[in-house]
């Protein structure tokens, strides 16, 4: 199944979106799974 999960806000830095960006690597199923990080401008 191959899905595009969207998520917005948290600082990577400080580990605040660990869990969900955990969950999204399990959501692959894969070991080394593929992903685009599309960061936004800020200040």
């Known amino acids: 199944m191959e899905a595009i ?3 917005g806000g ?3 830095k400080d580990l ?3 869990l969900i960006d ?3 690597v399990k959501l692959a ?3 080394n ?3 685009l990080f ?3 401008a800020n200040e």
Request: avoid cysteine; hydrophobic fraction near 40%.
């Open 33 to 35: 799974p593929k992903a």
């Open 38 to 40: 599309v960061p936004t």
């Open 29 to 31: 199923g894969k070991e």
């Open 5 to 7: 999960v969207a998520i």
């Open 22 to 24: 955990e969950y999204i």
């Open 16 to 18: 605040e979106t660990f």
């Open 10 to 12: 948290g600082e990577l």
